[in-house]
């Protein structure tokens, strides 16, 4: 479906922004203008030039606008995984993490989660959270490789640091179950408070029943632990 002109463009100012793209880098030595043209047609020409002329950044862009379909014509998986692996060659974790998830879902490319699993580390290892979770779910459940709770950890913590809440119940759920003899019920109280306070859905629930497995000066040890991780963060 053909987006009128005046929505595109908002649709497509939005996503350069959250992708720290409304203004790119020349790609050649010669002069050339750094930021789209006016007019949704002339912009969407000015990105493919910069994603054929090799910028991750356009690559990355113009596979985003293949899924969304903001080309005035349908998504295109195939089209967006190509452009998404074409800039994940080059280093952008952002592709690599969307790269990933094509991978891991079938999204216009065969699944291969061990494939998957690997461009998410890429991308983990650059800092990006939402990776740094995708990876640790791969390895908490065994797909696409081994299983790794320890490692599942490591990766759910730092992702919890990068603001993404879904880690905090997750790893309030690994250190309740205590799988490969790693359970801490004050660690698990910890995230799950956590986890509660942030909002995710069903943490205040597990945190009451955690709650009653624990005496009073656990429970109060674990919302200490939960205030110093706060103020460790800046938050």
Do not use: C
Not at 8 to 28: D, I
Not at 61 to 72: A, D, I, K, P, V
Not at 160 to 170: D, F, I, K, M, N
């Amino acid at each position: 479906m053909t987006l009128p002109p005046a929505r595109f463009a908002r649709r497509l100012v939005a996503l350069a922004f959250a992708a720290g793209l409304l203004w790119l880098p020349p790609v050649q030595a010669a002069p050339q203008a750094t930021e789209p043209p006016a007019g949704y047609a002339a912009a969407m020409r000015w990105y493919e030039e910069q994603a054929r002329a090799g910028n991750a950044k356009a690559q990355f862009l113009l596979g985003l606008s293949h899924e969304q379909g903001l080309r005035g014509a349908d998504p295109d998986a195939a089209e967006a995984a190509r452009w998404y692996r074409k800039a994940a060659e080059q280093g952008l974790p952002e592709a690599q993490a969307k790269l990933a998830l094509a991978l891991q879902f079938g999204r216009g490319i065969p699944v291969d989660v061990a494939e998957a699993r690997r461009w998410y580390g890429k991308a983990a290892e650059q800092g990006l959270a939402e990776a740094q979770y995708n990876l640790a779910y791969l390895l908490e459940s065994g797909l696409g490789g081994p299983r790794d709770t320890s490692r599942s950890i490591y990766w759910y913590e730092k992702a919890a640091e990068g603001g993404v809440s879904r880690a905090l119940t997750a790893l309030g759920s690994l250190y309740t179950r205590g799988e490969d003899g790693k359970q801490n019920l004050r660690e698990a109280y910890k995230w799950l408070a956590l986890a509660a306070e942030s909002g995710q859905p069903g943490a205040a629930d597990l945190l009451r029943r955690l709650a009653a497995e624990m005496s009073e000066d656990e429970r109060l040890g674990a919302e200490s632990d939960a205030r110093r991780w706060l103020a460790a963060q800046g938050r």
